[in-house]
């Protein structure tokens, strides 16, 4: 059974920081791409950063500079997140693709206050 687990939302000041975690468990070996979308309310789900098995990585215009992924093993995925602000407010979900289709994550919030 394919599982993706996030961690690491929760509430920060605008300048502040976050990392997220996401762990993925169940047929790891297909996976050749993750990443992080995310959904403001009101808003469609959008690309924050993916990742490729090869470590070519993808940023949304938004948060390039600001954020960082990377990937430590085949099935652990990490967004570091600087300099965030009001409009970072959102939930964010861990993605993988696999041989079967794509995955997501229940999401973890995260809530930039002023």
């Known amino acids: 059974q394919v599982q993706l687990v996030e961690s690491g939302g929760g509430l920060v000041q605008a300048g502040g920081s976050l990392r997220l975690s996401c762990a993925a468990s169940g047929s790891i070996f297909s996976i050749k791409t993750m990443g992080w979308y995310r959904q403001a309310p009101g808003k469609q789900r959008e690309l924050v950063a993916v990742i490729n098995s090869g470590g070519r990585t993808n940023y949304a215009d938004s948060v390039k500079g600001r954020f960082t992924i990377s990937r430590d093993t085949i099935n652990t995925v990490y967004l570091q997140m600087n300099s965030l602000t009001l409009e970072d407010t959102a939930v964010y979900y861990c993605?993988?693709?696999?041989?079967?289709?794509?995955?997501w994550g229940k999401g973890t919030l995260v809530t930039v206050s002023s």
């Open positions: 993605y993988r693709d696999g041989s079967r289709g794509d995955y």
